[in-house]
């Protein structure tokens, strides 16, 4: 599930969509990401995240269901804590991108700026604006659907893992936020994050929460 992850979120992870001020309606979905962009400079959330592997004729479709909890600070810091069905933890730090599996007691330490670039987490945390965001993905505003408004992203680069990533945005009376990021990888494996309990620009939420210390007698791997 680690590297599941860190394809996807490193996995980062995509972040979208907020309104400015209350009553306010964009033109598009891509109006709404990129108020979100210029003004949300940190969030957290619960989320669900189901991974569904491609459909084969020789096999059953098989999908796994994981829970945790995400927070995000610009520029660069993002966390995900999953608590069922194992322990994991992805940190990324401004410099190192962490990945924990406290089952198998590693830790796994890459150079962020080499883990990143076309992934969900550059829309999560990284890019300041609609415009740095383009140069990594291209973006196509999608019809509303179960009352959310959509952006699909389709990376620029020939070698990402991933064929495209969906951002679902809920619009609320006190502005907006992430509901769901539906990514689908180079391979047709698919993983869909349902986010609950989504804040924006929490007080309480600064980049020491970011910090990562392996923990005593895990093995580190460096690769």
């Given at each position: 599930m680690v590297h599941a992850v860190m394809?996807?979120?490193v996995m980062g992870l995509a972040l979208a969509g907020a309104c400015a001020c209350v009553g306010v309606a964009y033109a598009s979905s891509l109006d709404t990401l990129a108020v979100f962009?210029?003004?949300t400079q940190s969030g957290r959330a619960d989320f669900t995240q189901v991974v569904t592997s491609p459909a084969r004729p020789d096999q059953a479709v098989r999908s796994k269901t994981s829970v945790g909890s995400f927070a995000f600070v610009r520029p660069l810091?993002?966390?995900?804590?999953?608590?069922?069905?194992?322990?994991?933890t992805i940190v990324?730090?401004?410099q190192t991108l962490w990945l924990y599996d406290a089952d198998l007691a590693q830790v796994t330490a890459r150079k962020q700026a080499q883990a990143l670039g076309s992934t969900p987490?550059?829309?999560?945390a990284?890019?300041?604006d609609l415009g740095a965001l383009q140069k990594e993905f291209t973006l196509q505003a999608?019809?509303?659907?179960?009352?959310?408004q959509w952006v699909q992203a389709t990376p620029k680069s020939r070698d990402s893992a991933l064929q495209s990533v969906r951002i679902g945005l809920r619009v609320h009376a006190q502005g907006a936020s992430l509901d769901k990021l539906d990514i689908m990888d180079a391979l047709g494996q698919r993983s869909v994050l349902s986010f609950e309990r989504f804040e924006i620009n929490p007080a309480n939420l600064?980049?020491?929460?970011?910090?990562?210390?392996?923990?005593?007698?895990v093995d580190v791997v460096r690769p």
């Open positions: 394809g996807y979120a962009l210029k003004t810091r993002f966390r995900f804590d999953y608590q069922k069905p194992f322990l994991q990324a730090d401004g987490a550059a829309l999560i990284a890019a300041p999608e019809p509303d659907a179960n009352g959310l600064g980049a020491a929460q970011f910090n990562f210390e392996p923990p005593k007698g």
